[in-house]
């Protein structure tokens, strides 16, 4: 009894506090779910009450705060088809629907904006309560014979009333035909007005009411493309200046650009990288320093940066060196030559911040997640979203919280290279903007 409690206790000091608290879908095994069901994007609006996911199958789905729960939990509010696939007949190209990016727009009434892209076409949903009204009042009921005439006074006027609520979601906007390259990133300005969208060479900006022109800001297509050395990962816009952007590129660098500086920002402001340690330096070394995702902290004064081994924060002042990086993956070193056999070392995790800026989140293989806290680097939770967090929550039991290996916890687990399963992993993730 006594080591039960005891093991009980080393799971909660190992989660931190933290619990599983909700699954959205299906629980079942990886192996009985279709390609077009994995989600591809995941995203909180600006106030968390609402969350959309995207998923390979072209589909967005979102779920609104339900206020009758304690806590923090969500329930479905809508579903709609945002992506289908296409052919481009002149490259003879399929245009997969799977949804890359979805970001919400500032909401400015009673609807929902958000913009959702694939490779090639973004478009600009606006999701709404629609009211179905119906006739409530008739002269004459469906499928009767009127039984004699009708006089003028007992005439009625066909009145429409409420019947139901249904969530609508309609395109709005529809951008395209501005991308030779597959789009990796959108990102809605602070003025509410523009957002920019990217692909491997070129970054574009739109006007969020002008579908058929955009702008290229960023353009580092080489006139021979023999000559090409790079291309762009992620970018994103300053949450508070409206004329800043960053974008990140496969050599591991980070490019900051000021749009008052003139049109075409190829020439950058500032630019953050670290010089690698020659000693280090191996066949994989270019792959595994390309950067998947960054993002800026809620005040603009940070950038976090996730490359295939690490998570880095970055200080706008200081470009040389990030001030702090976490190591993610450097238990995998010794298996990069399987990794780069079976592809994985191709994986795009996404990192983020934690609303207060104080914890960042990235992903892992084995659906292990690893949240660490920026003021005490030696805080760091490694939690798992397997089926055994799904029946702890089912069962509320602390034997179900303790893991089924012996003696085993989830951060040896979690290190132990050889036992992960490197077909199950979390690459999407986002944090609630107000809650941690």
């Known amino acids: 009894m006594a080591s039960a409690a005891g093991a009980a206790a080393a799971a909660v000091d190992e989660n931190n506090g933290w619990q599983f608290r909700q699954c959205f879908g299906d629980k079942g095994e990886v192996e009985d779910i279709t390609e077009a069901d994995i989600i591809s994007a995941v995203e909180f609006d600006d106030t968390g009450d609402y969350l959309a996911t995207g998923d390979k199958g072209g589909r967005v789905v979102l779920f609104e705060r339900n206020e009758g729960k304690k806590g923090c939990e969500y329930k479905f509010y809508t579903e709609f088809q945002s992506h289908e696939p296409e052919f481009d007949y002149l490259k003879s190209l399929e245009i997969e629907e799977k949804i890359n990016k979805i970001r919400w727009c500032k909401r400015q009434n009673a609807a929902h904006f958000l913009l959702s892209t694939n490779d090639k076409t973004i478009k600009l949903w606006k999701v709404f309560e629609k009211s179905i009204k119906v006739v409530s009042e008739n002269n004459i009921p469906d499928g009767v ?64 009411n002008i579908s058929d022109q955009s702008f290229n800001i960023v353009d580092i297509k080489p006139v021979n493309m023999e000559e090409l050395t790079e291309v762009i990962t992620a970018a994103e816009f300053h949450p508070v200046h409206c004329n800043i952007l960053m974008y990140s590129s496969s050599k591991g660098n980070i490019k900051l650009a000021d749009m ?88 795009k995790f996404e990192g983020t911040f934690s609303g207060d800026g104080k914890h960042v989140l990235t992903g892992s293989y084995s659906n292990f997640f690893y949240i660490q806290e920026l003021q005490n680097n030696k805080t760091s939770t490694i939690l798992q979203a397997d089926k055994s967090a799904f029946k702890a929550k089912k069962v509320g039991s602390t034997k179900n919280k303790m893991i089924a290996k012996k003696g085993v916890s989830k951060r040896e687990e979690y290190y132990n290279a050889d036992n992960l399963d490197f077909a199950k992993k979390i690459l999407h993730a986002s944090w609630h903007p107000r809650e941690n």
């Open 145 to 208: 014979n009127p039984s004699g005439p009708i006089t003028l006074s007992s005439l009625k006027l066909p009145k429409l009333i409420h019947h139901d609520t249904m969530i609508a979601a309609i395109p709005r906007k529809i951008y395209q035909n501005a991308h030779a390259y597959h789009i990796n990133s959108i990102s809605v300005n602070s003025d509410s007005e523009t957002y920019l969208s990217a692909d491997d060479l070129r970054i574009n900006l739109w006007n969020l």
């Open 260 to 347: 008052r500086e003139s049109a075409l920002c190829d020439r950058h402001a500032k630019v953050f990288e670290e010089e690698e340690d020659p000693s280090n330096k191996s066949f994989f070394s270019e792959i595994i320093s390309s950067i998947s995702d960054l993002k800026f902290s809620k005040d603009g004064q940070f950038i976090l940066s996730r490359d295939y081994l690490t998570l880095k924060v970055w200080d706008i002042r200081q470009e040389n060196k990030p001030v702090q990086t976490i190591t993610i993956h450097d238990h995998l070193r010794n298996k990069l030559c399987d990794l780069y056999e079976n592809d994985c070392i191709f994986d």
